[in-house]
């Protein structure tokens, strides 16, 4: 029955702590993403094995992978944002894609 509950339990909690990190939106991922591994790798480790060896092995194992991964979700670049002409009107767009009209002086 424990066994059970940690294979429903350990994902669930996997889960509930990577959907979190995705809100927090860090410049630098690679920390949080490394204590995260850490945890969840110590924990399956742990439940999958039986003994402290499985979890220790987990742990650096999970860190690792989670420091990797947690420094590559930040790279992603927002477009860039610049005027344009259209129609013979001057437009701005923002880096989050949101076009506006703006001054004409601004597209000289």
Known sequence: MRKRVLWVAVPALALGVFAAMGAARAQNNAVP?????????????????????????????????????????????QPPAYYFWSG????????????VRVSRGYCQ
């Not at 013979?88 to 076009?99: A, E, K, L």
């Open 33 to 77: 993403g490394a204590v995260i591994g850490g945890v969840t790798g110590a924990l399956i480790g742990g439940a999958v094995t039986g003994r402290a060896g499985g979890a220790a092995a987990g742990a650096v194992i999970g860190g690792a992978t989670g420091a990797v991964i947690g420094s590559q979700t930040g790279r992603r670049q």
């Open 88 to 99: 013979g009107r001057c437009f701005y767009r923002y880096p989050n894609g949101q076009v």
